[in-house]
C-alpha cells in the first residue's frame, strides 16, 4: 500500500464521519440540511487551513515557534482524546455536549477537538514527513473532503430517518458512541506511547 493511501486513510479514520454525527447530533437537530452545508464547508476549510500548514512545517511549528517538544503535543493530545473516550463510556452521548460549545460557535464547534484535534493535527504531520508537500496536501484534501461528504450525507439521512423512527437514531448513536469510544481510547494510549518514545529518544540524543 503506497504512502499516500496510508496517509488518508490514517486521516479519515481520525475524522471519522460517524462518531462525528454522534458528536454533532444537537447540531444536526438544529440546523436545516442546507445550513448545515454551509457551516459544515467552512469548517472543512478552516480544518484544510490547519492540517496543511502542519503538514508543510512539521513538528518546526512545536518546536521553533511554540519552543515545545512534538512528544509534549503527542502525550498532551493522547491524555484528551483518553478523556473523551472515557467520558463517553460512562456517560454516553451526554458528554459530548460540554465539548461542543455553545450553538452559535458552530463552525468552530464542528472543527474543534474532533476536526482539528491532536489525532488529525499528528496524522498532517506525519504525512508531510513521509510525502513531498504536493502530495501531502493532496491525502489531506482527498481524506478531509472524504469526510465532510460523508458527514453531509449522514445528516440528511438523519433528517429522513428522524421523522420515521427516533428509537433507530437512539440505537445508532448508542452503538457507534460505544464503539468509537474504545477505538479512540486505544489510539489516545497509542499517541502517549509515541510521544514517550519521542521523548526517550531526544534523551538519548542529548546523552542523558
Known sequence: MSEFI????????????FFMSVYLLGVFNELDAKIFKWVLLRSTLISLCVF?????????IFTEVLHARFSSFLIFGGIVFLLIGIGFVFKGHDA????????????GSIAMPFMIGPGTVMASVMAG??????????????SVGASSICLYFLKILYDHVRSKS???????VVVTGRVMAL???????????????????GLEKTGF
Request: no cysteine; net charge negative; charged share 20%.
Open 52 to 60: 496543511i500548514l502542519f503538514a508543510w512545517a512539521g513538528d518546526q
Open 6 to 17: 496510508k496517509s488518508s486513510m490514517l486521516i479519515f479514520f481520525l475524522l471519522n464521519p
Open 129 to 142: 514527513t513521509r510525502l513531498d508537500f504536493p502530495q501531502a496536501a493532496a491525502s489531506i484534501i482527498v
Open 96 to 107: 459530548l455536549t460540554s465539548w461542543r460549545g455553545d450553538p452559535e460557535l458552530v463552525t
Open 183 to 201: 477505538v479512540i481510547g486505544t489510539f489516545s494510549i497509542e499517541m502517549i506511547f509515541q510521544g514517550i518514545e519521542l521523548w526517550l529518544k
Open 166 to 172: 427516533e428509537k433507530l437514531i437512539q440505537r445508532y
